[in-house]
C-alpha cells in the first residue's frame, strides 16, 4: 500500500490510498513535512520528467454515469516515516476555477431550482439565488433565501444544468434578513443524471462534509477535490444556524461537446481591470487614438485616487460651440464592475472603429463631445476587486471610504423646489432651473467624491447623461425623490430617453421571469419611474436636472454586480447597441445659439418652452440644446438686458437637433435700472405737463 499527500480544509493529512495515486486539491495550503524531506527531494528531482510522462487523465463511471475526473500522478513507494508533499508538482494539477452558472445573474431560469420544502410561499427555492435580496416584511412573498420546513428529515436544495457539465465548486450565503440570522453551517454535496439515482462526495473514505457558512452576508467558496460531470446538483444541509435556510452559486465549466459561449464580435480586452490596469488601458487607447481621446481626471477620492475620465471627440481639450456634451459614468458603488468593464470596453470600440472609418462611430466622434467616467468610487472598487467575483457579499464595496452612498449623496433641491412652488414663488422668486446650492452645502455631509463630481458637471454643458450601475435590470428615471406627483415636467422626455436604451438591449424588455428580486416592476418595457420604485433623497439624477441642464437617468445592467470575467463578451454583446443609441438621444429636439443683435453670444441666457415647467441656459458660447420629443414647440430666449423674443420651433422624426437661433435686441432696463438705484430704487414717476407747459410729478417719486 502506497502513502500519499492530501489536502482537506487547509490541512495535509498522511494516509494510504489504493493503486499509488495522488489527487491534489490545491497547491497555496498545502504544508510540506521536512522528515527525510532534502533526501527524497533530489530523489524527486530525478524522477519528475518520467512521472510527467506517466500522469493520466482517468475517467471513472459511478452509478447512473457520473464521472468523476481525476487528476492524478503515480508516486514510488515512501517510507511511513516520510511522507511528502511535494508542493511544486502538486501546483501542475491545480484546477483552475469555473464560471458561475447563472443562479446570480438569472441565467438559471426558475424552473432550474427545486427544494425538498419550503418553510411557507415567500421561501421558496427560487430563492435561492446568491445575493437575493429580500423585502422589508420578512413575512412577504419575496424571501432573502430559499428556507426549508422544519419538521421534514431529508433537505435539499438541487439545480438542474439542462446538460452535463463539469461541476468543481459552490459558493453559500445564509439569508438576507435584518432579524434573523439564519445559515447553512455544513452539508453534503450529490450528483445525478436523471434526478433518481444520486452520488454523494466522497474523499475515498467517507461522505465528504463540506463546512459553510459562520454569517448570513459572507459567501463562502468551496472547490472540490475533482470536477464531477453530471446533469444535476444537490446541496444536502446537515447542521444550520437558526432556520435553514439558504442562497446559493455553481460552478460548473461548460463540456467541450456542449460549448455556448459567446464569440465576441469586437477584440476587445474582455477582463476585469484594478486601478493600475485600467489607468494603463486608457493610457494604451489614447496613444492609439491621439487624435480624438484625452485622458483627464475630475477629482480624487478620499484614499486620494484619481477619479480618470477620458474624453472622445475631433476636438478633445475644448468645448466647440454648438456641439452637444454627452457623459456616461460608472462605479458610484465600487461593488458594481460591470458598467465599469462596459466602459472601458467602449472607449476601445469607438476607437477602433473610429481608425476603421467606421461611418456611425464617426458622425458620434465628430458630433459629440464624449466624456466616460469607468470609476467614480476607485477606494470601494479595489475593495471588492480583491475579493473578486461572486465572492464581495451585496454591500461590501457600496460605500466610499467615509461611508457615503455617492449616488444619494447630492444636495437636496427638491425640497427647496417643491417648497417654493407651494408657495406660489416659481419662478419669480426661486427658478425652476438651475437651482443654486444651499449655503454652506460644500462644507456639509459631502463626500470627497461628491463635490468633485458636482465641480466637473458645473464645468461643463452635459446635455445628456447615465450612470451605470448594477443589481437590477432595468433603466431608472427620474423624480428619484418621491412626492405625488412624482413625475419631471420633462416626463414624456425621460420615459423615451429610457426606452431608448432599455429597447435597444438585447435583454431588458425580456421581464416575463420577473426583476432580479421580486415580480417585473416595469410592465414589462425595461423601465421605471425610480420615485415609484424605490425612492431616494438626494439623487445624482435629480440633482443634475435641477442644477444643471444634463438630463441624467440610471441604467441598471444586470442581477450580478461583479459577473465573472468570463460573462463580459455576452454583457459587451447584450449592451453595445444600448451604449451607442443612448448617446444618439443628445441629437433629440432643438438648439441654436442665443446673441445680440451685433452677433455677440449671451452665455447664461435662459430658454424656455411653453407648457414646460423646466429651462435650460447658454453655455459660454452662447449655444444651448434642449431635448424634446417631436412637435411644435413655442420657444422664448431672454437674457439680462435684452428683449425676449419668441420663435415657433418645429421638431421632426428625422435624426438631428432642429436649429432654433435667438438675436435679442437691448432692453431700455439697463438705464431704468440705472436710475433707480441713483435713487436709492424709488418708484419712478412718469412726467404729465400741464396746459401751462409746467412738469406736475403728482407725487413724492422721482420726475422724468
Known amino acids: 500500500m502506497n502513502k500519499h499527500c492530501t489536502s482537506t480544509y487547509g490541512n495535509i493529512l498522511c494516509g494510504s490510498w489504493p493503486e499509488s495515486k495522488v489527487h491534489v486539491k490545491t497547491c497555496f495550503v498545502t504544508y510540506c513535512f521536512p522528515i527525510k524531506a532534502e533526501r527524497l527531494r533530489k530523489k524527486w528531482e530525478q524522477e519528475e520528467e518520467e512521472r510527467l510522462k506517466q500522469m493520466s487523465v482517468r475517467v471513472e463511471p459511478k452509478s447512473k454515469g457520473i464521472q468523476l475526473a481525476w487528476r492524478s500522478v503515480p508516486l514510488q513507494h515512501l517510507s511511513d516515516r516520510a511522507c511528502v508533499c511535494l508542493c511544486l508538482s502538486m501546483c501542475l ?28 410561499h415567500g421561501f421558496t427555492a427560487q430563492r435561492g439565488r446568491l445575493n437575493m435580496q429580500g423585502s422589508t416584511d420578512e413575512e412577504d412573498v419575496y424571501g432573502g433565501a430559499w428556507c426549508a420546513e422544519p419538521e421534514e428529515k431529508y433537505h435539499w436544495f438541487e439545480v438542474d444544468a439542462r446538460r452535463e457539465v463539469e461541476f468543481s465548486g459552490l459558493i453559500t450565503q445564509g439569508r438576507n434578513s435584518e432579524q434573523h440570522e439564519d445559515f447553512v453551517s455544513s452539508y453534503y454535496v450529490a450528483f445525478s443524471n436523471d434526478s433518481r439515482d444520486w452520488t454523494t462526495l466522497h474523499d475515498g473514505y467517507a461522505e465528504w462534509l463540506f463546512y459553510g457558512n459562520v454569517d448570513k452576508d459572507t459567501p463562502v467558496m468551496v472547490q472540490f477535490d475533482m470536477p464531477v460531470v453530471a446533469r444535476y446538483i444537490r446541496i444536502l444541509p446537515q447542521s444550520w444556524n437558526g432556520s435553514l ?47 480624438i481621446t484625452r485622458i483627464y481626471n475630475i477629482g480624487k477620492s478620499s484614499q486620494g485616487l484619481k477619479m480618470y475620465a477620458m474624453e472622445i471627440s475631433d476636438n478633445p481639450g475644448e468645448h466647440e460651440t454648438g456641439e452637444p456634451e454627452f457623459r456616461y459614468t460608472a462605479g458610484l458603488h465600487g461593488n458594481e464592475a460591470l458598467g465599469r468593464e462596459l466602459l472601458l470596453l ?78 406660489g414663488w416659481v419662478p419669480r422668486v426661486v427658478p425652476n432651473h438651475h437651482i443654486p446650492l444651499p449655503e454652506n452645502t460644500l462644507n456639509g455631509s459631502l463626500a470627497v467624491e461628491t463635490k468633485a463630481i458636482i465641480s466637473w458637471m458645473e464645468r461643463n454643458p452635459f446635455v445628456l447623461g447615465a450612470n451605470l450601475q448594477g443589481g437590477e435590470k432595468l433603466v431608472a428615471y427620474p423624480f428619484d425623490m418621491q412626492r405625488p406627483p412624482r413625475s419631471t415636467p420633462d416626463d414624456t422626455m425621460f420615459r423615451w430617453l429610457a426606452m431608448s436604451y432599455a429597447h435597444s438591449h438585447l435583454t431588458m424588455t425580456e421581464t416575463y421571469r420577473g426583476s432580479c428580486h421580486t415580480d417585473d416592476v416595469t410592465g414589462g418595457q425595461g423601465i421605471i419611474n425610480r420615485a415609484s420604485w424605490k425612492p431616494v433623497v438626494g439623487s445624482m439624477n435629480d440633482f443634475s436636472y435641477l442644477h444643471t441642464n444634463c438630463f441624467e437617468l440610471s441604467i441598471f445592467l444586470g442581477c450580478d454586480k461583479f459577473p465573472h470575467e468570463s460573462e463580459l463578451p455576452l454583457e459587451w454583446e447584450n449592451n453595445r ?21 451685433e452677433g455677440n453670444p449671451l452665455p447664461n441666457a435662459t430658454v424656455s418652452v411653453e407648457g414646460i415647467r423646466h429651462d435650460v441656459k447658454t453655455a459660454s458660447g452662447g449655444d444651448y440644446w434642449r431635448l424634446l420629443n417631436p412637435g411644435e414647440f413655442r420657444v422664448t430666449a431672454k437674457a439680462d438686458g435684452y428683449t425676449p423674443q419668441t420663435r415657433l420651433c418645429l421638431v421632426g422624426y428625422d435624426s438631428g437637433a432642429t436649429p432654433c437661433n435667438f438675436n435679442l435686441a437691448k432692453s431700455n432696463w439697463d438705464r431704468i435700472k440705472q436710475i433707480m438705484a441713483l435713487n436709492g430704487k424709488r418708484p419712478i414717476r412718469l412726467v404729465n405737463r400741464t396746459s401751462s407747459g409746467t412738469k406736475d410729478c403728482g407725487c413724492k417719486g422721482v420726475c422724468i
Not at 484546477?95 to 431550482?113: F, T
Not at 480583491?386 to 437636496?412: C, K, R, V
Request: charged share 25%; net charge negative; aromatic share 8%.
Open 93 to 120: 494539477f491545480f484546477l483552475s476555477e469555473c464560471p458561475p452558472l447563472g443562479l446570480e445573474s438569472h441565467r438559471v431560469e426558475d424552473d432550474q431550482l427545486l427544494a425538498s420544502s419550503q418553510s411557507h
Open 245 to 291: 435556510c439558504l442562497r446559493a452559486e455553481i460552478l460548473a465549466c461548460q463540456l467541450p461537446s456542449h460549448e455556448n459561449e459567446v464569440t465576441p464580435s469586437d477584440e476587445l480586452d474582455y477582463r476585469h481591470h484594478n486601478y493600475k490596469e485600467m489607468r494603463q488601458m486608457m493610457k494604451v487607447i489614447n496613444e492609439e487614438c491621439p487624435n
Open 577 to 597: 447597441e444600448a451604449l451607442l443609441s443612448f448617446i444618439e438621444q443628445v441629437h433629440r429636439g432643438i438648439k441654436g445659439l442665443v446673441r445680440d443683435t
Open 346 to 423: 467602449l472607449m476601445q470600440f469607438l476607437c477602433k472603429e473610429y481608425n476603421d472609418e467606421n461611418p456611425r462611430v464617426r458622425r458620434l466622434v465628430e458630433g459629440v463631445r464624449i466624456h466616460l467616467v469607468p470609476s467614480l468610487n476607485p477606494d470601494a472598487y479595489e475593495l471588492a476587486y480583491e475579493m473578486g467575483s461572486e465572492m464581495g457579499n451585496w454591500a461590501l464595496g457600496h460605500w466610499t471610504e467615509e461611508g457615503y452612498d455617492i449616488f444619494q449623496n447630492f444636495p437636496d433641491l427638491n425640497s427647496i423646489l417643491w417648497g417654493a412652488e407651494d408657495r
